[in-house]
């Protein structure tokens, strides 16, 4: 094996570790959805329609 081969299966090992990281990013930013439209939902759907409706006519 040569040395640029080995240092690239190095470096390919070392990149896969961070998931936990990813995971925890994933769920915090679901949360931080679920949160904003528990709050404003009605203010959302309706903004959503209005912004619907501005484009159809």
Do not use: C, Y
């Amino acid at each position: 094996m040569t040395r640029t081969n080995h240092l690239a299966r190095g470096a390919r090992r070392r990149e896969r570790g961070d998931v936990p990281g990813w995971v925890l990013i994933t769920l915090m930013t679901a949360a931080l959805v679920a949160a904003l439209w528990a709050v404003a939902e009605d203010q959302l759907v309706s903004l959503f329609k209005s912004a619907l409706s501005s484009v159809g006519s």
